[in-house]
């Protein structure tokens, strides 16, 4: 399984537990409907536990660029997109920047409305010029 295709099942977990207050394991169980390899279930579940562990600061970071919307008022699926994509951007060196907002923005294409893909490129966009500024908000 793509990474591409591992991420918008990290999507899918992540908008099941933001929109249906499901567990990771009933999450996983409704948005993973084929068996994994081992390589993409451990990156799976590491995304989404690793963006839950760090949920109130990436909150933070998309209230902050977010202009004019509260997290609150964001669509599920956009601030769940923006909430692996910062995640990412933060804590898997390995992914580059441009890989990260790239994903995100198809996601968007796919599971947003209209104006998704442009504002999560924006909110992104922003964040990646920020970055060392903002990265204290993650230590511990």
């Known amino acids: 399984m793509s990474r591409k295709l591992a991420r918008e099942l ?4 992540l908008f099941a537990i933001d929109a249906g207050g499901n567990t990771i394991d009933e ?47 964001l669509n599920v699926a956009d601030r769940n997109i923006l909430r692996i994509a910062i995640y990412e951007m933060f804590f898997c060196d390995d992914i580059p920047l441009s890989v990260s907002i790239n994903e995100a923005v198809e ?3 796919k599971y947003g409305d209209a104006k998704s ?17 903002l990265r204290p908000k993650f230590s511990v």
């Open 10 to 13: 990290c999507f899918k977990i």
């Open 27 to 73: 999450a996983f169980k409704i948005a993973v409907d084929k068996p994994l390899n081992e390589d993409a279930k451990v990156f799976i579940l590491n995304e989404v536990n690793g963006v839950l562990e760090r949920k109130e600061q990436i909150d933070d970071i998309i209230d902050d660029y977010s202009i004019d919307w509260r997290l609150e008022r």
């Open 107 to 109: 996601i968007a294409k």
């Open 117 to 133: 893909p442009k504002f999560v490129n924006g909110v992104l966009g922003a964040v990646a010029r920020d970055m060392e500024r």
